[in-house]
């Protein structure tokens, strides 16, 4: 089958490309049509069955989603449970650390905006000390400053952000988890822009703990993230702060016995509407391969890059040897509110990262705001070439 062929009926699967250019995967994909049905049909289930009758008759299919997480990502089902997005898997993991006063959290000027808030709340209730690593020339987090702080501080844990928020920077997350094993560290990785726009080994990543959601680049729905465990996480006792009964097993008045598995991070109420769903994602990424997708996702936030970059009056900020598809930009000439009006009623969809956001990495860059495009391996080069005639006539416009 020829490319455009393979493209078209990824494009035949994803009926919102009919109404508009869709560039914010990077907020939330649009869904291929099996995932909406796959939840329509379990609501309906639950609505002619009730919703544990419908659990229970699904039970092998609920199943099947930890088996097609291993299949995607690596390691083993029982080092998967499902949560209700990125932050709340990472928070949960967060809170299986038994942290201390002045215990030590290593992280980069580029990790998720939630995530600072959380190390920040720590700070304040147990008193425990935040330091980032130095940035090379390039953009990305310095290798050496990492293992440098490490040996000098010996912190609790290191937090690495695989791909910002608010860049198309790619971290040597890899490269990281090798430091963190020789110098027997806890390390957690947000993915949860890398999930479903690069090829990902997690259990190669050597991380302990790897959080993200299904809404963005996997195209999965929304409220539906997960957590990845390793096995020292499991076969240390790691749990965390607030268990659940699905997590454990009250087996005493003072007593009780963890899952063996990573369901310990699990509430025993989910959406199963949302987890096959989320599993119907998993399926869909796996049959179109993720080095197909890394490569278009590559290839086309390239495309946008440059053409952007060659426009008058616009900055490119992405930085970074290695990007990935997240585009972002800014202009002397924009302001936010009428440049988001603009991109509505040219039927394009866009984001924006504020300051709050990316407090330290806009700061660096001295921008308050900036735009965020980001394609997926279904977008094409004309919605590409419409979206920069926009930006081009907007700037123009703007003088």
Known sequence: ????????????????????????????????????????????????????EAAAFMSEAIQ??????????????ANY??????????????????????????????????????????QKRFGI?????????????????IQSLIKKHKPKLVSVTEI???????????????????????????????????????????????????????????????LYAGNKILSEGYHPLFLDMRGADWTSPGGYKLRK???????????????????????????????????????????LRNDLAELPHIKVLDRGIRKG????LTSERWQQEPLKRYLRSNQINASFVNRTSALLDFDEKKVNWALRLSPHYYNNLEEIERVVDSVSRITSDAR
């Open 164 to 226: 910002p928020t608010n860049s198309g920077l790619v971290q040597p997350v890899k490269e990281i988890g090798q430091i963190c094993h020789e110098q027997e560290v806890l390390y957690i990785v947000d993915g949860c822009q890398a999930v479903g726009q690069m090829a990902i080994d997690i259990p190669g990543i050597q991380c302990d703990f790897y959080s993200a959601t299904f809404r963005k680049f996997l195209r999965g729905p929304r409220g539906a993230g997960f």
């Open 64 to 77: 099947k989603f930890y088996q097609n997480m291993a299949q995607l990502f690596g390691g083993l089902p």
């Open 129 to 145: 000390q935040l330091i980032t690593a130095e940035n090379t020339t390039s953009g990305e987090v310095d290798l050496q400053s």
């Open 261 to 303: 598995g990573a369901t310990r991070f699990e509430d025993w109420e989910n959406s199963y509407a949302l987890m096959l769903g989320a599993s119907a994602a998993l399926e869909y990424a796996n049959e179109v391969g993720m080095s197909t997708i890394e490569q278009r996702v590559v290839s086309l936030a390239h495309r």
């Open 325 to 328: 598809g997240i585009v972002t």
């Open 1 to 52: 089958m020829s490319d455009l062929s393979q493209l078209q009926l990824w494009r035949d699967d994803t009926p919102g490309v009919e109404n508009q250019i869709h560039f914010n995967n990077a907020g939330a994909a649009l869904m291929p049509g099996v995932v909406v049905e796959r939840m329509k049909q379990h609501l309906d289930l639950e609505a002619q069955m009730g919703g544990y």
């Open 81 to 122: 449970a499902f949560t209700a997005n990125a932050t709340d898997a990472y928070n949960r993991a967060l809170s299986a650390i038994q942290f201390q006063k002045n215990d030590l959290i290593l992280t980069t000027t580029n990790d998720y905006a939630s995530n600072f808030l959380a190390f920040l709340s720590l």
